[in-house]
Nanobody, 120 residues
Framework: QVQLVESGGGLVQPGGSLRLSCEAS????????MGWYRQAPGKQRELVAR???????SYADSVKGRFTISRDNAKNTVYLQMNSLKPEDTAVYYC??????????????WGQGTQVTVSS
């Protein structure tokens, strides 16, 4: 049984930072690509960032230069460092596991989500 558990969300002021974590269990973490998506109220879920098993990364244009995705295979954890946060970054953030080592493979598991609210 694969489980993805996100943590690190919360309330932060504009310009602030947060680091999200997603710990995976029940699979060989190092061989899978991982990703972060987000969904704001009334909007569709959208890609934020993804990372292949080899560490190749990809970002949505809206977060380039502000967010950094990374992984620690020894801890079965993928991170999303979010800097210079804006109110439009407010959303529920979801971790996802891809079926293969690249993020062009389909994803097969999702976490439960963690709320990020950017507000003064």
């Amino acid at each position: 049984q694969v489980q993805l558990v996100e943590s690190g969300g919360g309330l932060v002021q504009p310009g602030g930072s947060l680091r999200l974590s997603c710990e995976a269990s029940g699979s060989i973490f190092s061989i899978n690509a991982m990703g972060w998506y987000r969904q704001a109220p009334g909007k569709q879920r959208e890609l934020v960032a993804r990372i292949s098993s080899g560490g190749v990364t990809s970002y949505a244009d809206s977060v380039k230069g502000r967010f950094t995705i990374s992984r620690d295979n020894a801890k079965n954890t993928v991170y999303l460092q979010m800097n210079s946060l804006k109110p439009e970054d407010t959303a529920v953030y979801y971790c996802t596991k891809y079926r293969g080592g690249t993020y062009y493979s389909p994803f097969d598991y999702w976490g439960q989500g963690t709320q990020v609210t950017v507000s003064s």
